[in-house]
């Protein structure tokens, strides 16, 4: 992948190019390059420990990398304040660990103080957000509740509320259905995909392919902190990446609401062998 975005494509809201990260000697991402578009999703995917929640913490800044760079809407990220860089990028992180005492309400409201002048109180604008962003978030029940008492699967869509609240350009989300139910996945990548045809760049590291393949533009396949894969989920995810990468066969299967990935366990060790022998081949070239 280049390091810079194609000029002869919609220029990247966010970029970034040979993005590294080092711990002492150990080298946890290596030269990672990834863009967003305005009103695409793209899915970083890779098994635990490949990156992924590394690599959105490094975009977003919250890690310091140990080389390469970041650039929002052409500036350089490292020369955009903490306050113009909020009202450009929102964040909504896998585990939502803080117990803040605060209502739900209030917790919301904090997607706004971005775009808020210092120590001006809330207009009818931002109490009007917050309606909407829980409402479409799934939490408008929750405004009143204490933040605290909220169980994983409600603090992450008061979360997403929160980052809707924000309106961004770009929105990282990290594993955005962790700890959510079956119809709560489902109503959290809805929302996704109805906040990127809205024109928001969107950037999801997601563990379920399944989830990848339906929602995703296009998606970026990392191993041990390697791109080993990146492009339309169609031509990425193929049984022999997968098999590589995860561990498992799978195919696509055309169905009535489209082609969609189906698992099954790998059919003896050698083809797994097989199939990492050829990706570790892939990466020392």
């Known amino acids: 992948m280049s390091g810079a975005p194609d000029a002869t494509v919609t220029v990247a809201d ?56 970041v650039h929002l809407l052409g500036r350089d990220v490292a020369r955009v304040g903490r306050r113009e860089r909020a009202r450009q990028v929102a964040f909504v992180e896998q585990e939502a660990h803080a117990e803040v005492d605060l209502p739900v309400r209030d917790v ?28 479409r978030a799934g939490a408008l029940e929750l405004a009143d509740r204490a933040y605290a008492t909220l169980s994983g699967g409600e603090k992450q869509r008061v979360q997403m509320a ?49 989830h990848a393949a339906a929602v995703c533009d296009d998606v970026l396949v990392l191993h041990e902190g390697l791109v080993v ?4 989920p169609r031509e990425v995810l193929t049984p022999g990446l997968i098999a590589a990468v995860y561990g498992v066969h799978a195919e696509w299967v055309d169905g009535e609401h489209g082609a ?22 892939s990466l020392r070239r």
Do not use: C
């Open 162 to 210: 929160r980052a809707l609240a924000q309106t961004p350009r770009v929105l990282l989300l990290d594993e955005p259905t962790n700890h959510l139910d079956v119809a709560a996945q489902l109503q959290a990548l809805t929302l996704v995909r109805e906040v990127a045809a809205a024109g928001t760049g969107v950037l999801m590291a997601i563990h379920d392919l399944a």
């Open 260 to 281: 969609a990935l189906v698992f099954s366990p790998l059919r003896g060790e050698g083809t797994a062998h097989h199939h990492r022998a050829m990706l570790a081949e």
């Open 14 to 69: 966010l970029w970034a190019s040979e993005l590294r990260y080092r711990i002492n000697a150990a080298e946890i991402l290596g030269g990672v390059d990834v863009s967003v578009r305005a009103g695409q999703i793209t899915g970083v995917l890779g098994p635990n420990g490949s990156g992924k929640s590394t690599l959105l913490r490094l975009i977003v800044g919250a890690l310091v990398p140990s080389s390469g760079h």
């Open 108 to 135: 919301v409201l904090l997607g706004r103080t971005p775009h808020r002048p210092v120590f001006s109180g809330d207009s009818a604008t931002d109490l009007d957000l917050v309606e909407s962003t829980l409402r």
């Open 229 to 232: 894969a990146a492009g339309p």
